[in-house]
């Protein structure tokens, strides 16, 4: 699915943090030993991955390289433990954050002088990303190893941020730093505030650089940008999935098929049970904007590297399909709470929301006692909202775009 506003996009020529590293910030490397975040999103705009940039160069000595969730190829399936190796071709150790170890160790930064982080974002509090900057930033500020962001857009613009903050006793791999599920901030911008802040563990404080993008705005779509789209994960393969995911990823926790398994994860949801025509009559009265539904049955099945063992495998599922129609006016977290209420309404029974895996995800346990209580969505969403206002005075400090 593409966005209808599609022929209508501009494209403006911006500048990454990777694009300014071997140009106009090289001494930042020069005669350093440095160690590498980053996976296949880590590319200049000519293509090149910024391991071989960097590499071929001779500025540095890359002595090691860190990888995510879905490892430095980006080709590993969700939540599946990415093994440390080696790189194919330079023989350098390739140490994974996803797995037994989340933050790098002393052992891992022994060689190095300034660690490196070059990765694509999505805008939402649990893509795991995120974590694994905030722990490298932890585990460098323990070693005395210097941090250097290359900054990216965030995807979904820079402008709404959105959803509870996410309590303490809630604190996971996909819900790691107290913010808003949806944060409308960039990388860097997001280390920054951590970092000064006092956000990280014992209030560790990192020797912190973020190199800024050149070109981008706040109000800038990622296809309004002049930079390739580069799919952040394997269920991440357009712009449009990235648009309401904050808000559909909710139903990762619940009884009702996100469409993993399918070709549009998180745009085509339902179960077994559904009765779709009813929910959309639910939804309608909800007024939602800049977003229409449909009727689409569809069966999820296992897709090698992108959906392992999805909900409801090889049954048919009577489903929605979420098209978005003015991307500007949508609001995702909203979207998914609005979407879940509607299931339960209708199907109060069998709509289970399951309780720690739904409450990491929001980050607020009173969501969802709230929709199995059948309250009102918009009595959900004030809940959060003066903690929302507290976040964007501090978050405001921050911004490196206007």
């Known amino acids: 699915m593409e966005f209808s506003v599609q022929s209508q996009v501009q494209c403006h020529t911006v500048r990454t943090g990777a694009d300014r590293l071997l140009t106009d ?41 860190f990888g995510p969730e879905h490892g430095i190829m980006g080709d590993t399936p969700d939540g599946e433990v990415v093994d440390n190796a080696k790189h194919p071709q330079y023989g350098i150790p390739m140490y994974s954050l996803y797995g037994k170890i989340h933050k790098p160790t002393k052992e891992m930064l022994s060689g190095v002088d300034l660690l490196i982080c070059d990765i694509q974002d999505i805008g939402a509090r649990f893509y795991t990303y995120i974590s694994t900057i905030a722990l490298a930033l932890e585990g460098a500020a323990e070693q005395g190893v210097s941090v250097l962001i290359l900054d990216r857009p965030n995807p979904i613009r820079g402008i709404d941020f959105d959803g509870p903050i996410r309590e303490q006793s809630l604190r996971s791999f996909v819900g790691w730093m107290p913010i808003p599920v949806m944060h409308g901030m960039t990388i860097g911008e997001l280390a920054r505030m951590w970092n000064d802040e006092h956000q990280l563990e014992k209030e560790v404080h990192a020797d912190l650089t973020v190199v800024p993008m050149e070109g981008w705005a706040r109000s800038m779509w990622y296809d309004e940008t002049s930079i390739p789209w580069i799919s952040p994960s394997p269920n991440m393969q357009r712009l449009s999935t990235a648009a309401i995911y904050p808000g559909l990823c909710f139903i990762e926790g619940t009884s009702i098929s996100e469409g993993r398994g399918t070709p549009s994860p998180f745009e085509l949801i339902g179960a077994p049970w559904a009765e779709p025509k009813e929910i959309i009559q639910v939804l309608e009265q909800f007024s939602i904007p800049g ?78 006692k709230s929709i199995d209580a059948h309250a009102d969505p918009q009595k959900i969403f004030d809940s959060w909202e003066s903690e929302r206002h507290a976040f964007g005075s501090v978050r405001e400090k921050y911004l490196l775009y206007t």
């Open 25 to 65: 910030s090289r001494g930042l490397i020069e005669n350093k030993r440095v160690g590498i975040l980053t996976n296949h999103t880590g590319r200049l705009s000519n293509g090149e991955h910024l391991v071989d940039a960097v590499v071929q160069s001779g500025l540095a000595d890359v002595t090691a390289l």
């Open 291 to 368: 977003v229409t539904f449909s009727e689409e049955d569809f069966i999820p099945k296992e897709i090698p590297g992108t959906a392992s063992e999805p909900k409801y495998e090889g049954e048919r599922c009577r489903g929605i399909r979420l098209t978005v129609k003015d991307r500007d006016i949508v609001q995702p977290v909203r979207l998914g709470i609005q979407v879940i209420s509607a299931f339960k309404k209708v199907h109060p029974e069998k709509t289970e929301l399951r309780n720690r895996r739904f409450d990491i995800l929001t980050g607020k346990s009173d969501v969802r």
